[in-house]
Structures are given as C-alpha cells and as structure tokens.
C-alpha cells in the first residue's frame, strides 16, 4: 500500500514540477538588455504602470516564490525555497525521532516497577515530548515562513507603484517590519540603526540563559519531586539533599513550581523583545524621512485653485500657495 500511494505521489509531482517551471518562464520571460516581460518589449516604467499589486500576493499563496518572480525579484525564490527545505528537514527529523521514541515508551513493560526500571520509561516519554515539541516548532516555523512569503510579494508590488509617483527609491515600514520578523535586526539594518543589533542579540542570550538556567532547575527538582512521589515507602517528613542543599517534599514543589514560574517568564520575555524588535523597526521606518532640522521657511508659489469648484465652472484661476516649513 505504502509503494502505490508513493508511485501515485510521485507521478503527481512530476507534471506539478513541470507545470511550475512552465509558468516560470511564461511569467518571467525577462531579458537582460531589453526588459521584455509577458513576451513583448517593454519599459521599466511601463511595466510598473501594467504592475497588479493585487496579483503578487495572489500567486504566492498559490506558490510560494512566484509573486516575487512576478515583482522581478526572482534571487528572492531561493531564499524562499531554501527556508522550506530547511523547515521541512527540521520537521520531518523531529517527527521520526518523536516516533522512534513515544513507541518505544508504549512498548516499555509497565510491569517493571523497579527503581531502575522506572526512570528509564520517564526518559523515554521526556525525550519523545522533546522531538514532540521541535516538531510543532517547525510546523509554526513553515506556517510563518508561508505568510512572509505573501506579505512581501505584497509589500514589494506596493513599492513597485509607489515608486512611479515618488520617482525614487521610498523607505517603506512595511518592509521593515518584513525584515525584522523574518530575522531579528534585519530591520533596524535597513532603517541603518546598526547599532540596536547588538542590544536584540545581547536581549536574546541573556533571556536563553535564564530559559537554560531556570529550565535545567526546574527538570531537576521535577525528577526528584516526581520519584519521590512514586515511593509509597518514603515516610513524608524525609530530607533530601539535593546539590549542597536540604529540602523536604514541600519545598522540593516549591522549588519546581519557582523555576517553572521563571522559565516561563524568559519564553514570554523572548516573546515581548520580538515584538519590540518589530515595533521598533517600523517606527524607525515611518520616521525616516522626517526632518527634524531648525529650518523654519516660507515658500510661496504661484499655484491653480480647484478647477472642479462651482463657482469656477471650467476656467482656470489662478492664485499664490504658501508652505510652511517647520
């Protein structure tokens, strides 16, 4: 059964392949000296006039990479393709190695109730929720590597047609935005506020240390707490030392439930210091242009009053426009 459904997916996958690469090149029929697009020459400024900002996103949610091809930001494609691949790898070895060991878990005599028997099946049941919890990590990780995809097609057909007006190369916070959630710092490099990196990454290995720190504590106290329950022949009032220290059952909890409390605490803080870095970078990116120089002008200049107004009809008066600049 598993050779027939894999000979059906394979021979699915090879006209798939196929029709991608066909749409490729009628998509991108892009020639160096002549800009030729959809068969025919072309302009850059033509092509950015006939641009769909609505059609890019489109065709990378049909597949993804194809709505930057269409922007004609085709060196985007192998990031993108690159990112899955890693993603998948990352799942796919996860998901065997949370296989391997929940089986084996279930497959350990839960008759042997010996004080080294027990141990062993808790580690196995440890060790499959760790591939458990990687697996749904990447899972995550290939759902938001899809929906950057699409915003950034979004975002580069957006630049596209705002750069016809603006004859120029525009700053624009959405991509920041892109870039920093993509990539911590990224952001802020495109805004050129390098120096912040250092204090997002400084963020993040204080933040894992205290993770580690608290996270090892936390296992430690755990499997004792979670032996000594086991032993019906503990009397309750017994003291346990634990590196260098004394503790009861009581505080043996309390001990894991503090730096459970802590560990928990480090994750959201990761959590908080990726919003904060996003935040920033578009706030830095809506702020880019803004002047913030002493120069306080007046500029007058002959301009046209509003040709639709009613009380003009169609002729065309003329007046002065002040600006003030400050």
């Keep these: 059964m598993k050779k027939t459904s894999r000979t059906l997916l394979l021979k699915f996958i090879k006209p798939a392949t196929l029709f991608g690469y066909l ?55 192998p990031i993108i393709y690159g ?23 279930v497959s350990y005599p839960k008759q042997n109730t010996s004080y080294t028997g027990t141990p062993y099946r808790e580690q196995l049941a440890i060790t499959a929720n760790y591939y458990k919890k990687y697996r749904s990590l990447s899972l995550i990780g290939i759902i938001g590597w899809y929906t950057l995809n699409i915003i950034d097609a979004s975002i580069d057909a957006y630049t596209i047609k705002t750069n016809i007006f603006t004859k120029g190369k525009v700053h624009n ?21 390098w120096y912040k ?27 004792v707490y979670n032996s000594i329950s086991q032993d019906k022949n503990a009397p309750s009032d ?25 560990r928990d605490l480090s994750l ?21 242009n803004y002047d913030i ?8 200049q002959p301009d046209f009053i509003d040709v639709n107004s009613i009380y003009y009809s ?7 426009k002040l600006t003030f600049k400050f």
């Design 23 to 77: 749409l490729f090149f009628t998509l991108c029929n892009v020639n160096a000296n002549n800009y030729t697009l959809y068969g025919k020459k072309d302009t850059v400024k033509a092509w950015q006039l006939k641009h769909n900002p609505i059609l890019s996103p489109i065709l990378s949610a049909t597949i993804p990479g194809l709505g930057q091809i269409y922007n004609r930001k085709i060196w985007k494609a």
């Design 83 to 105: 990112g899955f691949y890693g993603l998948f790898y990352a799942y796919k070895y996860n998901n065997t190695g949370y296989k391997n060991f929940y089986y084996a878990y």
């Design 173 to 193: 916070p959405q991509r920041a935005a892109v870039l920093s959630a993509a990539l911590p710092g990224l952001g802020q490099l495109y805004n050129n506020k």
């Design 197 to 223: 990196v250092p204090f997002i990454y400084g963020g993040y290995a204080g933040l894992y240390y205290s993770w580690q720190f608290n996270n090892n504590k936390f296992e430690l106290f755990s499997n």
């Design 238 to 262: 017994s003291t346990y030392l634990i590196e260098g220290g004394s503790y009861v059952k009581d505080n043996i909890y309390k001990a894991q439930e503090y730096y459970r409390r802590y």
């Design 268 to 288: 959201i803080g990761v959590g908080m210091l990726y919003l904060l870095n996003i935040i920033d970078a578009t706030v830095d990116a809506y702020m880019f």
């Design 293 to 300: 120089s002493d120069d306080l002008s007046l500029k007058i």
């Design 314 to 320: 169609n002729q065309y008066p003329v007046g002065l």
